[in-house]
């Protein structure tokens, strides 16, 4: 009887100091569970430098397949279209798949949380896809600088040149050419970027037998006087009739047309100058609204890339964490 009693006793010790060590270990637990940190930075950081990496290869892929594409003659590769078409489906694609990759292992590599209820737990996992992917991004805007500033650039550079007439253009550089430029052609005159109009002002009357008597040194500094003269008046978008005059009777005097023959031939030549100013000042201008729209709709495309990236990485993260806690 007494060994029966012994026996319980030490029965019943043995079960209170296994429910006091139970006890103390479930504390233990609970204890460092509360300290365990609800961010699991080398997960974003694993998943950030996979998503960083993916996309970086795909973007060449990319980069690669559309230059294939492309070919400088007609009716071969790619139209501007389907090219810009291919690049915005190629980029989102990138987005979607490198964020995906770099928030599933970013859930699936961090560390189990115990305590935490599951909305809590889905939170937390959303939250390390959400900073996978930002980190990545970060690191992919780095590693692009360069051709990123240039997209989003190229807007506000289009828009400045809207300002930068054809008209200053065309006569700043006849200026260069004919005070810095001495280009010696077949005839003596001098050539530049109004040149042929020049030459076109100086053609001999073929109709009679005028010979010019003038020294051909004073025929080229007519020549160079009469771009000067053109040169003001595309600047000033009128030929004052002064100039006008005088630039008939230089004509007049080398081509052996009359005075109004010579006046009528120099308003003609002006005429067709500005004609081809305006031409090209409505160029500019298109070209530079259309690389504006351009950058705008490329902008607007890739903030919807990058947000379909960030849903992506989230959602991937969650799947993750799932895998790791089953």
């Known amino acids: 009887m007494a060994l029966s009693n012994s ?3 030490l029965h019943s010790s043995k079960t209170e100091n296994l429910g006091r060590l139970g006890s103390l270990r479930d504390d233990y637990f609970d204890t460092a569970q509360a300290y365990v940190s609800a961010v699991s930075w080398p997960a974003i950081f694993a998943g950030a430098a996979a998503a960083a990496t993916l996309s970086l290869i795909l973007l060449l892929l990319g980069l690669g397949l559309g230059l294939s594409s492309i070919s400088p003659w007609i009716q071969k590769g790619v139209s501007a279209s389907s090219f810009g078409v291919s690049t915005i489906i190629w980029i989102t694609v990138t987005q979607v798949t490198s964020s995906g990759m770099g928030g599933y292992l970013a859930g699936r590599l961090r560390v189990r949380w115990a305590g935490p209820q599951v909305d809590e737990v889905y939170f937390r996992d959303t939250a390390h896809g959400f900073l996978a992917w930002s ?5 992919t805007a780095v590693l692009l600088t360069s ?22 253009m065309v006569g ?3 200026a260069a050419n004919s005070d810095q430029v001495s280009i010696e052609g077949a005839n003596g005159i001098e050539t530049g970027l109004i040149g042929y109009f020049v030459d076109s002002l100086f053609r001999k009357n073929t109709d009679t037998d005028f010979t010019a008597s003038t ?5 080229l500094a007519s020549a160079t006087e009469v771009t000067r003269i053109l040169v003001n008046a595309i600047r000033m978008k009128s030929l004052p009739p002064a100039d006008l005059s005088y630039t008939s009777k230089l004509v007049s005097t080398h081509t052996g047309l009359n005075d109004s023959e010579a006046e009528q031939r120099v308003n003609s030549i002006y005429n067709t100058i500005q004609e081809k100013v305006r031409n090209a000042e409505i160029a500019t201008k298109y070209a530079a609204d259309k690389a504006r729209k351009i950058s705008i709709y490329t902008t ?9 990236g960030a ?3 989230s959602l991937a993260a969650t799947y993750g964490g799932r895998c790791r806690d089953a």
């Open 172 to 174: 700043n550089v006849a």
């Open 147 to 168: 051709a990123i500033g240039g997209i989003l650039s190229g807007g506000f550079q289009a828009a400045t040149t809207l300002t930068a007439s054809a008209t200053n």
């Open 215 to 219: 020294d051909p040194s004073l025929q």
């Open 300 to 308: 607007l495309w890739l903030f919807v890339s990058l947000l379909m």
């Open 7 to 9: 026996s319980n006793t």
């Open 135 to 139: 980190v990545a991004t970060l690191a």
């Open 311 to 313: 849903f992506s990485a």
